[in-house]
């Protein structure tokens, strides 16, 4: 860190350059939106957790709960449109369970063709 016997002296490049850590270090959110999406906890429990794995000594990134949010609104973006080019690309059987809103029936929870299985969450 650089102190005052030392801000004049900018020719040092360990402390410009652990300066410039310290100030823009980027925080990796992709192990909470595992967390989030694999393990079922909320944004602010990813967050606790990672924030408590590196209080213990964790080499881990610590990001807050509106980064986590955001990484795992952008995730599910990709899987949507990921979905959306494979259903635009092949014919699929749809399958229901069963449900009825009114007198119409909504939630489809398989696609199927001849070729590939894809098994939607509700």
């Not at 944004?43 to 949010?69: C, F, I, N, Y």
């Not at 990709?78 to 229901?96: A, D, M, T």
């Not at 069963?98 to 894809?118: D, F, H, M, Q």
Request: charged share 30%; glycine share 4%.
């Amino acid at each position: 860190m650089v102190t005052k016997e030392t801000a004049g002296n900018e020719s040092d490049p360990e402390i410009v350059l652990e300066e410039y850590l310290n100030k823009h270090r980027y925080q990796s959110t992709k192990i909470a939106a595992k967390l989030v999406s694999k393990q079922s906890l909320s944004t602010r429990k990813a967050s606790g957790v990672l924030e408590s794995l590196a209080e213990e000594g964790v080499d881990v990134p610590t990001p807050s709960q509106s980064e986590v949010w955001r990484r795992v609104i952008r995730n599910a973006e990709q899987v949507k449109n990921r979905l959306k080019e494979i259903i635009s690309e092949e014919i699929f059987c749809l399958h229901f369970d069963g449900k009825r809103i009114g007198n119409k029936e909504y939630p489809v929870v398989c696609l199927t063709n001849p070729t590939r299985t894809l098994h939607l969450g509700l």
